[in-house]
């Protein structure tokens, strides 16, 4: 343990230290000894880091500062089962900052953020990081006691400030960084920090109690969220982190729906909504002031937590100032610019190499004048031309339109359900919807969105009261678990010709392609697919029903930000109904008319659009502005 006197002089330090900054306190963090910082700073010092993991190889040089709390990596590459994701860039991450990282599916972000988080680019040892890719281990150990569970990164580093603390400087600013960082682990009330954490992610007290293993694996990642924001790293990474947020079973012990709606279990979910859950992690990573990088489809995430997006395109990575507004702006200018002036080079370069053909070989004046643009030409060459501008590839979706049919097409009357008579979810549901619908639905997880959406397509039956449907009526409902139904040792056209017996393969081609998958990406095993073009599968299997309406259960999570842009602007050129439920803001904001809370065993009417509804939340949860 560190002695009171030693913690009396760091003190002492620590605050000469602030004075000499005029009052600007550092905020890093450090978990490893003042030994291994050293070797890691003469490693980097020496050049490049190298190291290959499995099929992954990384390589690059740290620019920066060993010591320094930025990180500026030169002659980055990265390369995965034989791919360049990255060839020869710069990626620099600088502490205070929070990057949104940016890039159609598969061109690399996971991989690279899985090689920053295993330290295969030359990361100073001083900065530690945690990487969010596994959900907690199953065990005894309660939720609450699983984030504050941290004691060996305390010990750890009290460990460290004995050694520093005992250097002829007396460890200096490293000892300051050590101190605060346990400061943010003091015990006395880390009990109490972890509790707020876990109950912003939709824990309640009692949920909180229970064992890790008595969780489903979407609420032990949460749990796993909560440890990352506890322990507050140096350089915290998250992919995909509102994914966790949606909408799941949060108990693995669901043998029976009605053991999952007993009493107890329905009382501890109907405080906190997955929407919530997001508008809480927004607010919390606005105040997060170290490094972090995230990756997420969701726009409206982006605008609220980045200081900055990284690009990846071309296998290269491009740092942009701003949020994700700021960047479409900034970009679009950029690219506009750019474009401008590959023309002007292009025209210039036609027009001398013309002038050169026409009179290299005329009269002895005209021959100098050619002369002479030959080597404006080579000058303009050697000195780089711009290049001409790659757009991203825009996936189009389409849906076939249907027609119409007389409304109301589907029609709750006095409907009541639960899955046990005496804990109903619904009572006296009276609503329509028809093919002009665009509904969302909102609402505390366990209130019943995803139930509602079964007892519309028939899968529930009401205790009470009917459901009408229009007989020529045609449903298809997309959730996660289709991907789950997906033959993957199958192509996507295979599949759909095996789904839909007798078809042409060139119709068939052409409704998968309508999707974007084409090419290769029809014939390959689905296996060796990514999750987001094995979701356009799905949804290729769905539009080729021909529904008249659509329910779709959290329908962008595997999508990146252009491919959900293109279901937007497929989904409101449609002219069927659509009923969603997303934890996209965005998404939500682009199709939805209407918004209808589901809560307290009733479906209302939102007077307002689905922003003034988020401000309702972060009102409702005390996180205004």
């Given at each position: 343990?560190?002695?009171?006197?030693?913690?009396?002089?760091a003190?002492?330090?620590?605050?000469?230290?602030?004075?000499?900054?005029?009052g600007k306190?550092?905020?890093?963090?450090?978990?490893?000894?003042?030994?291994?910082?050293?070797?890691?700073a003469?490693?980097?010092?020496?050049?490049v880091?190298?190291?290959?993991l499995?099929?992954?190889?990384?390589?690059g040089?740290l620019?920066?500062?060993?010591?320094?709390r930025d990180i500026?990596?030169?002659?980055?590459s990265?390369?995965?089962?034989?791919?360049?994701?990255?060839?020869?860039?710069?990626?620099?991450?600088n502490?205070?900052?929070?990057?949104g990282?940016?890039?159609?599916?598969g061109?690399?972000?996971?991989?690279?953020l899985?090689?920053?988080?295993?330290r295969?680019?030359?990361?100073p040892?001083?900065?530690?990081i945690?990487?969010?890719?596994h959900?907690?281990?199953?065990s005894?150990?309660?939720?609450?006691q699983a984030?504050?569970?941290?004691?060996?990164?305390?010990?750890?580093?009290e460990?460290?400030a004995?050694?520093?603390?005992?250097?002829?400087?007396?460890?200096?600013?490293?000892?300051e960084?050590?101190?605060?960082?346990?400061d943010?682990?003091?015990?006395?009330?880390?009990?109490?920090?972890?509790?707020?954490i876990?109950f912003?992610?939709?824990?309640?007290?009692?949920?909180?109690?229970k064992?890790?293993?008595?969780?489903s694996g979407?609420?032990?990642?949460?749990i796993?969220l909560a440890?990352?924001?506890f322990?507050?790293?140096t350089?915290?990474?998250?992919?995909?982190?509102?994914?966790?947020?949606?909408?799941q079973?949060?108990f693995?012990?669901?043998?029976d729906?009605?053991?999952?709606?007993?009493?107890?279990?329905?009382?501890?979910l109907h405080s906190?909504?997955?929407?919530?859950?997001c508008?809480w992690?927004?607010?919390?990573?606005?105040?997060?002031?170290?490094?972090?990088?995230?990756?997420?489809?969701?726009?409206?995430f982006?605008n609220?937590?980045?200081?900055?997006?990284?690009?990846?395109?071309?296998?290269?990575?491009?740092l942009?100032?701003g949020?994700?507004?700021?960047?479409?702006?900034?970009r679009?200018e950029?690219e506009?610019?750019?474009?401008k002036?590959?023309?002007?080079?292009?025209?210039?370069?036609?027009?001398?190499?013309?002038?050169?053909a026409?009179?290299?070989?005329?009269?002895?004046?005209?021959?100098?004048q050619?002369?002479?643009?030959?080597k404006?030409l080579?000058?303009?060459e050697?000195?780089?031309?711009?290049?001409?501008?790659v757009?991203d590839?825009?996936?189009?979706?389409?849906?076939?339109?249907?027609?119409?049919?007389?409304?109301?097409?589907l029609q709750?009357v006095e409907?009541?359900?639960g899955?046990?008579?005496?804990n109903?979810?619904?009572?006296?549901l009276?609503f329509?919807?028809?093919?002009d619908?665009?509904i969302a639905?909102?609402?505390?997880n366990?209130?019943?969105?995803s139930?509602?959406?079964?007892?519309m397509?028939?899968?529930?039956?009401?205790?009470?009261?009917?459901?009408r449907r229009?007989?020529?009526?045609?449903?298809?409902?997309?959730?996660?678990?289709?991907?789950?139904k997906l033959?993957l040792d199958?192509?996507?056209?295979?599949?759909m010709?095996?789904?839909?017996?007798?078809?042409?393969?060139?119709?068939m081609?052409?409704?998968?392609?309508?999707?974007?998958?084409?090419?290769?990406?029809?014939?390959?095993?689905m296996?060796?697919?990514?999750?987001?073009?094995?979701?356009r599968?799905?949804?290729?299997?769905l539009?080729?029903?021909?529904p008249?309406?659509?329910?779709?259960?959290e329908?962008?999570?595997?999508?990146?930000i252009?491919?959900i842009?293109s279901?937007?602007?497929a989904l409101?050129e449609?002219?069927?109904?659509?009923?969603?439920?997303?934890h996209?803001?965005?998404?939500?904001?682009?199709?939805?008319?209407?918004?209808?809370?589901?809560?307290?065993?009733?479906?209302?009417?939102?007077?307002?659009?689905?922003?003034?509804?988020?401000?309702?939340?972060?009102?409702?949860?005390?996180?205004?502005?």
């Open positions: 343990m560190v002695s009171e006197a030693s913690k009396k002089k003190a002492q330090k620590k605050a000469a230290a602030a004075a000499k900054r005029g306190a550092a905020a890093a963090s450090s978990s490893s000894s003042s030994s291994s910082a050293a070797a890691a003469e490693k980097a010092a020496n050049g880091a190298a190291l290959k499995s099929d992954r190889t990384c390589t040089v620019a920066s500062h060993p010591l320094s500026h990596i030169e002659s980055l990265l390369t995965f089962h034989g791919h360049d994701l990255i060839v020869d860039s710069e990626l620099e991450l502490y205070g900052r929070r990057y990282l940016l890039g159609l599916n061109c690399g972000k996971s991989t690279l899985t090689a920053i988080g295993c295969e680019l030359p990361i040892e001083h900065m530690d945690y990487h969010l890719s959900e907690i281990e199953a005894d150990m309660s939720a609450l984030v504050v569970n941290c004691d060996e990164e305390r010990v750890k580093l460990k460290e004995e050694i520093l603390s005992a250097q002829d400087d007396g460890g200096g600013e490293a000892l960084r050590v101190y605060e960082r346990l943010a682990m003091d015990a006395s009330t880390a009990e109490k920090r972890a509790a707020e876990l912003g992610l939709g824990f309640t007290k009692q949920m909180q109690a064992k890790t293993k008595d969780f979407g609420w032990r990642m949460r796993a440890r990352a924001l322990m507050n790293p350089i915290l990474l998250l992919d995909e982190p509102t994914n966790h947020l949606g909408y079973t949060p693995a012990l669901q043998r729906p009605k053991e999952l709606f007993s009493s107890n279990v329905t009382n501890s906190f909504a997955d929407l919530e859950a508008v992690l927004e607010e919390m990573l606005k105040k997060f002031d170290r490094i972090l990088v995230v990756i997420s489809h969701s726009q409206d982006l609220g937590v980045c200081t900055n997006i990284i690009h990846m395109q071309n296998k290269k990575l491009k942009y100032t949020n994700y507004d700021q960047y479409v702006q900034t679009s950029l506009e610019n750019q474009m002036q590959y023309k002007w080079e292009q025209e210039q370069i036609a027009s001398m190499k013309e002038y050169i026409r009179f290299g070989h005329g009269s002895a004046k005209l021959a100098r050619a002369q002479s643009k030959e404006t080579a000058k303009m050697r000195g780089g031309l711009t290049e001409r501008v757009r590839r825009v996936l189009v979706f389409r849906f076939t339109d249907v027609g119409k049919l007389p409304p109301p097409v709750f409907v009541k359900f899955y046990t008579p005496d109903l979810i619904y009572k006296c009276d329509g919807v028809d093919l619908s665009r639905l909102v609402g505390p366990g209130a019943g969105k139930t509602l959406l079964k007892l397509t028939g899968d529930l039956v009401p205790l009470d009261g009917m459901v229009h007989n020529h009526l045609r449903i298809a409902q997309y959730h996660q678990h289709l991907a789950e033959d199958l192509s996507a056209l295979a599949y010709m095996k789904e839909y017996p007798g078809t042409e393969e060139e119709k081609r052409a409704a998968v392609g309508r999707f974007g998958l084409s090419g290769k990406a029809q014939v390959m095993p296996k060796n697919l990514s999750d987001g073009q094995r979701s599968v799905i949804f290729a299997w539009a080729y029903r021909q008249q309406l659509l329910l779709l259960d329908p962008t999570n595997h999508l990146d252009e491919t842009d279901l937007a602007e409101n449609w002219d069927g109904g659509m009923v969603l439920v997303s996209d803001f965005r998404l939500i904001n682009q199709v939805a008319q209407e918004i209808w809370v589901c809560e307290n065993q009733a479906v209302t009417r939102w007077e307002g659009d689905i922003m003034d509804f988020k401000a309702h939340l972060k009102s409702k949860a005390g996180l205004s502005d």
